[in-house]
């Protein structure tokens, strides 16, 4: 189903109403942007934190003995 311009106007014109009233917001969302004008993103800086890597707390011999458990294989029961 296509919506000929005057639906399609009379959406918009129900939408900018609902924004005026439920929100207070007078600018027009489906205004034309200038033709030269950009729009420059930057990405946010993420701060720089210091401190012990998530896992220095634990040994060497804890990692093995971990990965030894997992790779152990279970006897088949029958």
Do not use: H, I, W
């Not at 189903?1 to 207070?24: A, I, N, P, W």
């Not at 896992?55 to 294989?73: E, G, H, K, Q, R």
């Amino acid at each position: 189903m296509v919506f000929s311009d005057v639906c399609l106007q009379e959406q918009k014109e129900l939408y900018r109403q609902y924004r005026r009233t439920f929100y207070g917001d007078t600018t027009d969302v489906f205004g034309r942007k200038a033709v030269g004008q950009t729009v420059v993103q930057t990405m946010p800086s993420v701060p720089y934190t210091l401190g012990p890597t998530p896992f220095s707390s634990m040994s060497n011999a804890a990692a093995m003995a971990m990965a030894t458990a997992l790779n152990c294989t279970q006897p088949v029961a029958g």
